[in-house]
């Protein structure tokens, strides 16, 4: 089971930036699809942004798409979540997801089997 730890959420102006990290245990780290969700309150978790395991495929949602970007390295088993542009609609606990190893894309929340405990982001207006 992979651990995954998220760190740099915080407060923010709007049209700001931040940028989430999430640190993952394990040497398999290569070998998994690592997603970013989010979830604000008495809303359902949605998908925020995917990356495949070599790092080479990328999918975001429409709502965050030119905006954020995420990136990885598998060298230091990380994967990064980059948020510009932020809007208050931002405003969620955002997560990091792991989806086993060797299974390829999805921007379905279940299909992600390891989770972060999350870190909130909060986008003042």
């Known amino acids: 089971q992979v651990q995954l730890v998220e760190s740099g959420g915080g407060l923010v102006q709007a049209g700001g930036s931040l940028r989430l990290s999430c640190a993952a245990s394990?040497?398999?780290?290569?070998?998994?699809?690592m997603g970013w969700f989010r979830q604000a309150p008495g809303s359902e978790r949605e998908f925020v942004a995917a990356i495949s395991r070599n790092g080479y495929s990328t999918s975001y949602a429409d709502s965050v798409k030119g905006r954020f970007t995420i990136s990885r390295d598998n060298a230091k088993n990380t994967v990064a979540l980059q948020m510009n542009s932020l809007k208050p609609e931002d405003t969620a606990v955002y997560y990091c997801?792991?989806?086993?190893?060797?299974?390829?894309?999805?921007?379905?929340?279940?299909?992600?089997?390891?989770w972060g405990q999350g870190t909130q982001v909060t986008v003042s207006s």
């Open positions: 997801a792991t989806r086993r190893a060797g299974w390829g894309m999805s921007t379905s929340k279940d299909d992600f089997s390891s």
């Open positions: 394990g040497r398999t780290f290569s070998s998994h699809v």
